[in-house]
Protein backbone atom coordinates (compact mmCIF):
# COMPACT_ATOMS: atom_id res chain seq x y z
CA UNK A 1 0.00 0.00 0.00
CA UNK A 2 1.14 3.28 -1.32
CA UNK A 3 2.61 5.85 1.61
CA UNK A 4 3.30 9.07 1.85
CA UNK A 5 4.29 10.73 5.48
CA UNK A 6 4.82 14.37 6.01
CA UNK A 7 7.03 15.67 9.03
CA UNK A 8 8.20 18.70 10.45
CA UNK A 9 5.40 20.57 10.99
CA UNK A 10 4.68 22.99 14.12
CA UNK A 11 4.26 26.30 15.40
CA UNK A 12 6.88 29.03 14.47
CA UNK A 13 6.96 32.53 14.77
CA UNK A 14 6.40 35.33 11.59
CA UNK A 15 9.40 35.33 9.45
CA UNK A 16 10.95 32.07 10.95
CA UNK A 17 11.52 28.99 8.32
CA UNK A 18 10.47 25.69 8.51
CA UNK A 19 11.09 22.68 6.60
CA UNK A 20 8.60 19.90 5.86
CA UNK A 21 9.32 16.49 4.47
CA UNK A 22 7.52 13.75 3.12
CA UNK A 23 8.69 10.63 2.58
CA UNK A 24 7.41 7.81 0.37
CA UNK A 25 6.70 4.00 0.10
CA UNK A 26 5.28 1.35 -2.09
CA UNK A 27 5.46 3.26 -4.88
CA UNK A 28 8.33 4.43 -7.61
CA UNK A 29 8.99 7.64 -6.77
CA UNK A 30 10.71 8.94 -9.38
CA UNK A 31 8.06 7.88 -11.93
CA UNK A 32 5.91 10.52 -9.75
CA UNK A 33 5.56 14.14 -9.68
CA UNK A 34 4.84 15.12 -6.98
CA UNK A 35 3.48 18.02 -5.15
CA UNK A 36 2.91 20.40 -1.35
CA UNK A 37 -0.58 21.63 -1.32
CA UNK A 38 -2.52 23.26 1.71
CA UNK A 39 -5.93 23.68 3.14
CA UNK A 40 -6.18 26.42 5.75
CA UNK A 41 -9.48 26.43 8.20
CA UNK A 42 -12.80 27.15 6.16
CA UNK A 43 -10.95 26.89 2.53
CA UNK A 44 -10.28 24.85 -0.13
CA UNK A 45 -7.15 23.12 -0.44
CA UNK A 46 -4.84 24.96 -2.82
CA UNK A 47 -1.46 23.80 -4.20
CA UNK A 48 1.64 25.27 -2.98
CA UNK A 49 4.86 23.93 -5.52
CA UNK A 50 4.87 20.95 -7.74
CA UNK A 51 8.49 19.81 -8.65
CA UNK A 52 8.87 17.03 -11.87
CA UNK A 53 10.36 13.67 -11.77
CA UNK A 54 13.67 14.71 -12.46
CA UNK A 55 13.61 17.44 -9.57
CA UNK A 56 12.99 20.49 -11.79
CA UNK A 57 10.31 22.86 -9.78
CA UNK A 58 7.66 23.47 -11.82
CA UNK A 59 5.40 25.72 -10.34
CA UNK A 60 5.03 28.06 -7.08
CA UNK A 61 1.88 29.39 -5.82
CA UNK A 62 1.94 33.30 -6.21
CA UNK A 63 1.47 33.63 -2.43
CA UNK A 64 5.34 31.61 -2.04
CA UNK A 65 6.47 32.88 -4.70
CA UNK A 66 10.62 33.50 -2.93
CA UNK A 67 9.82 32.15 0.35
CA UNK A 68 9.31 28.30 -0.51
CA UNK A 69 11.64 25.83 -2.43
CA UNK A 70 10.78 22.34 -3.24
CA UNK A 71 12.85 19.95 -4.04
CA UNK A 72 13.37 16.07 -4.37
CA UNK A 73 15.62 13.14 -3.53
CA UNK A 74 14.77 10.12 -5.41
CA UNK A 75 17.45 8.04 -4.12
CA UNK A 76 15.77 8.64 -0.77
CA UNK A 77 11.96 8.54 -2.01
CA UNK A 78 11.65 12.12 -0.35
CA UNK A 79 10.19 15.64 -1.27
CA UNK A 80 10.92 18.41 0.83
CA UNK A 81 9.40 22.30 1.18
CA UNK A 82 11.82 24.37 2.93
CA UNK A 83 9.49 27.39 3.83
CA UNK A 84 11.48 31.15 4.88
CA UNK A 85 9.86 34.14 6.07
CA UNK A 86 6.48 32.58 7.26
CA UNK A 87 3.88 34.44 7.52
CA UNK A 88 0.53 34.03 9.64
CA UNK A 89 -1.43 33.52 6.37
CA UNK A 90 1.01 30.35 5.83
CA UNK A 91 -1.10 28.51 8.48
CA UNK A 92 -2.47 25.64 7.17
CA UNK A 93 -2.60 21.91 7.21
CA UNK A 94 0.21 20.91 4.54
CA UNK A 95 -0.01 17.72 2.22
CA UNK A 96 2.53 15.95 -0.22
CA UNK A 97 0.96 13.94 -3.28
CA UNK A 98 1.73 11.90 -5.54
CA UNK A 99 0.97 12.17 -9.08
CA UNK A 100 1.31 11.18 -13.16
CA UNK A 101 1.26 14.65 -14.20
CA UNK A 102 2.58 17.91 -13.25
CA UNK A 103 -0.88 19.63 -12.63
CA UNK A 104 -1.92 22.09 -9.55
CA UNK A 105 -5.13 21.13 -9.23
CA UNK A 106 -5.80 18.10 -6.29
CA UNK A 107 -7.51 15.91 -8.38
CA UNK A 108 -4.96 15.28 -10.44
CA UNK A 109 -2.94 13.68 -7.91
CA UNK A 110 -3.11 9.55 -7.05
CA UNK A 111 -1.92 9.56 -3.74
CA UNK A 112 -1.98 11.96 -0.51
CA UNK A 113 0.02 12.22 2.71
CA UNK A 114 -1.86 12.62 5.86
CA UNK A 115 -0.80 16.01 6.51
CA UNK A 116 1.04 18.18 9.19
CA UNK A 117 0.01 21.28 10.46
CA UNK A 118 1.87 24.43 10.66
CA UNK A 119 1.41 27.56 12.52
CA UNK A 120 2.47 31.11 12.06
CA UNK A 121 1.95 33.21 15.09
CA UNK A 122 1.88 36.81 14.63
Known amino acids: QVQLVESGGGLVETGGSLRLSCAAS????????MGWFRQAPGKEREIVAV????????FYADSVKGRFTISRDNAKNTVSLQMNSLKPEDTAVYYC???????????????WGQGTQVIVSS
Open 51 to 58: ITRSGAPT
Open 97 to 111: AAGGLAKIIPSAYDY
Open 26 to 33: MLTFRNYV
